[in-house]
């Protein structure tokens, strides 16, 4: 168990819906990653948020977005979904050092019909 | 921008054998180097990390070697095993920046 909790597991859902995936950070760790992870490919970074602030951004499509709470949880908003958007989705945190390992949740399935 | 380069995309080697998996990366200021491996349909687990003030790392079958001068990482796995079958990722990032850089992913398999 790394400590990042994501929900749901699986989601599953049609074009031009919209959804929200959350993260729950270990305790202490103030930095939240986002990642996107089709089938057979690597890991593509969405978003940072450190403390409350959006601090990178990678490769995030415009109908994406994301925040992170006072409480240092984390939502990532995926609206006007595509067959092309299914993929699993990580939520990583760390400590805010980016000299420290970043630990995963086990990810959302999300899957478009 | 900044990138890392991972290479083999796919490596197959024997039981018993050694597999080694290197890394380049382009941030002559990065100094901190993680390899995670991801079995399938599961989260990336760290297995071994090195930063830029060591030259080697070592953790029973698993060892990481780094060469500053040449910008290069490598994973040494020895003595592989069926288990060891999975996609690793390096990754590279650099103190001060929130920049945490991925390799694209070695798929290993151990033939038994």
């Known amino acids: 168990d790394s400590g990042v909790t994501q929900t749901p597991k699986h989601l599953i859902t049609a074009t031009g819906q919209r959804v929200t995936l959350r993260c729950s950070p270990r305790s202490g760790d103030l930095s939240v990653y986002w990642y996107q992870q089709s089938l057979d490919q690597g890991l593509q970074f969405l978003i940072h948020?450190?403390?409350?602030?959006?601090?990178a951004k990678g490769n995030i499509l415009e109908r994406f977005s994301a925040q992170q709470f006072p409480d240092l949880h984390s939502e990532l908003n995926l609206s006007s979904l595509e067959l092309g958007d299914s993929a699993l989705y990580f939520c990583?945190?760390?400590?805010?050092?980016?000299?420290?390992?970043?630990?995963f949740g086990d990810g959302t399935r999300l899957s478009i019909l | 921008g900044e990138n890392v380069e991972q290479h083999p995309s796919t490596l197959s080697v024997q039981e018993g054998d050694s597999a080694v998996i290197k890394c380049t990366y382009s941030?002559?200021?990065?100094?901190?180097f993680p390899w995670y491996k991801q079995e399938l349909g599961k989260r990336p687990q760290l297995i071994i990390d090195?930063?830029?003030?060591?030259g080697e790392k070592k953790d029973q079958r698993i060892a990481v070697t780094l060469n500053k001068t040449a910008k290069h990482f490598s994973l040494h796995i020895t003595e592989t095993q069926p288990e060891d079958s999975a996609v690793y990722f390096c990754a590279a990032t650099t103190s001060g920046t929130y920049k945490y850089i991925f390799g694209t992913g070695t798929r290993l398999k151990v033939l038994a």
């Open positions: 090195i930063r830029s003030n060591v």
């Open positions: 990583a945190s760390s400590d805010g050092n980016s000299n420290q390992p970043q630990h």
């Open positions: 941030d002559s200021a990065s100094n901190y």
């Open positions: 948020y450190y403390n409350g602030e959006e601090r």
